[in-house]
Structures are given as C-alpha cells and as structure tokens.
C-alpha cells in the first residue's frame, strides 16, 4: 500500500511538472522590407538566439517567425489562425478589420512611416497621374497599402482604374520580381517600399516621383482570439515592440541606414485602446 501511494505522488508530481513546463507560442508575421524593421531585427536577433521578445516575455514563450510578401497574405493567415501577430501595412488592416466586422483583428502599436515611392523608368518625363494612360504599374499585392495608394492616386488624376485594367494597368507582382521587370522595361512604373525604392535607383536608374514620407506604412495587428486569451501576454509584448522601436532610433543615430527613402519609426505614448479590446480601435 505504502508503494502504491509512493507511485501515485511521483506520478502527481511528475504530472504537476510536465503542466507547469507547458510553452506558449506566438508565431508572428512580417515582411522582408525595411519598413518592418522591427519585425527583421526581432527575426534575425531569434535565429542568433540572441530573441528580443524571448527574452522580454518570459520562460515558457516561444517565438515563431513567419515571413510574408505583402499584406493580404499576411491577414489571411490571421483569420486562418495560423499566426497571432503580424506586422503589416494599415490598407490590409483596416480591409480585413471590415471584413470581419471587427471580430477578428485588433491595430495594437504603430510601426513606421514613409519609405514608400512611386519610381519611373529614367527615360520617360512623367509629371502627373494623366501621363500614366495606357502604363503598366507594378504594385507589391492587389489590395496592400501601396496597390491602394497607387490606384487611389491615379484615379485622382481622373483615369478609371478597375481590378483588371481601365485606363492604366496596376499590375500586382512580388517586391523581387518588380526589380527584373523594371529593368527590362516591361513595366513603366512601380510603387514599392524600401530596399525596393534604392534597389530600383541604384540597379535600374528609376526616379523617385511620389513619396510617402508622412504615411503610415506598417502597424502592428494582432488577432482578436489571442488578445482575450493572451492579455498581460499582448501587454508585455506591446512594450518589448516600443524598446526594440527606442533601440533601433537609438542605434540608427549613430549608424545612418544605406536607403535613400529611410522610414520614421513610430512610438506609442501609453497601451492603446485595442489592448483592452475596446471595439472603437481597428
């Protein structure tokens, strides 16, 4: 009898153990664009085993880093509940906040801004949207930020532009891809994001015509199931997002970046609104 009940507490407390050992994981998303900066650092500082979240949040949290080429990607995966946050441009956010009818998606922090451009080919005098029709312009995804501010862009100029054509073509094509393209001249334009933009001066000869420098490029999103199962969680990993965003400002004074179109990185002042699942917040 004595060795049964020996058994059944080394079996509790083995139980008590393997329960008390359990990790939580959070697999994030971003982009391979300087404008994710945060996301690029984090990412890379993980595989040196060197995490800055990992570090910030705790035993027990594995971080997990998903790379995506532009935003409607990246916020399929959040309603598919294959990550939990993800940095992303607010077009695709704000879209699929609308898309779900808020029940879904939540702007925690804000990330950067600018580092987006419309770049021509060096050969062509284009001024305004109206020298755009009948041009081909590439855009990193139909729906991201920057294919949305290109087809808003022209259509203020008065061309009609549909999904498929109109009187300019916006021509949805990955970031690597538009490069090689540009180069040989099958598309007129691009609107892109850092290290696109200087790759597009520097190995193409394209010229900058619109920037964006005072746009909101990227957010950081999460989803709404890991916020109300994950709050002090969220809490704790909004403020690592600010101290890495205060170190790399901090590091960058002291070593300029190579782009031309270098984005503003941005700070929240105290935890937003969505934290605490208010529905006001995107």
């Not at 697999?27 to 890379?44: K, M």
């Amino acid at each position: 009898m004595k060795t049964l009940l020996n058994l059944l507490t080394l079996l509790l407390m083995l139980v008590g153990a393997s329960l008390g050992g359990e990790t939580t994981v959070i697999r994030i998303g971003h982009f391979p664009n300087i404008t994710h900066v945060q996301g690029l650092v984090a990412h890379n500082l993980s595989r040196q085993g060197k995490g800055w979240f990992e570090t910030r949040l705790g035993a027990g949290v594995e971080i997990q880093w998903f790379i995506y080429n532009a935003g409607p990607s990246a916020m399929e995966a959040i309603f598919a509940r294959s990550i939990e946050l993800t940095y992303v441009g607010p077009g695709p956010a704000l879209n699929a906040y609308a898309k779900s009818q808020g029940e879904e998606i939540r702007i925690i922090a804000g990330a950067a801004n600018g580092g987006a451009a419309l770049v021509v080919q060096p050969d062509v005098n284009f001024k305004a949207p109206t020298d755009f029709k009948g041009k081909k312009i590439a855009t990193p995804q139909l729906g991201n930020t920057q294919d949305i501010s290109c087809r808003a862009w022209l259509a203020s100029g008065g061309l009609k532009i549909t999904q498929l054509g109109g009187d300019a073509q916006v021509l949805p094509t990955q970031n690597p891809d538009q490069l090689s393209l540009f180069q040989q001249k099958k598309v007129d334009a691009v609107w892109t994001v850092e290290p696109w933009v200087s790759r597009l001066e520097t190995e193409a000869g394209g010229k900058v015509l619109v920037e964006e420098p005072d746009t909101a490029t990227t957010v950081l999103v999460s989803s709404v199931k890991f916020l109300k199962e994950n709050r002090e969680l969220a809490k704790k990993f909004w403020q690592a997002h600010h101290e890495l965003t205060d170190w790399i400002l901090q590091t960058r004074l002291k070593r300029r970046g190579s782009c031309r179109l270098n984005c503003s990185l941005r700070r929240a002042p105290k935890c937003p609104a969505s934290l605490s699942l208010g529905r006001g917040s995107a």
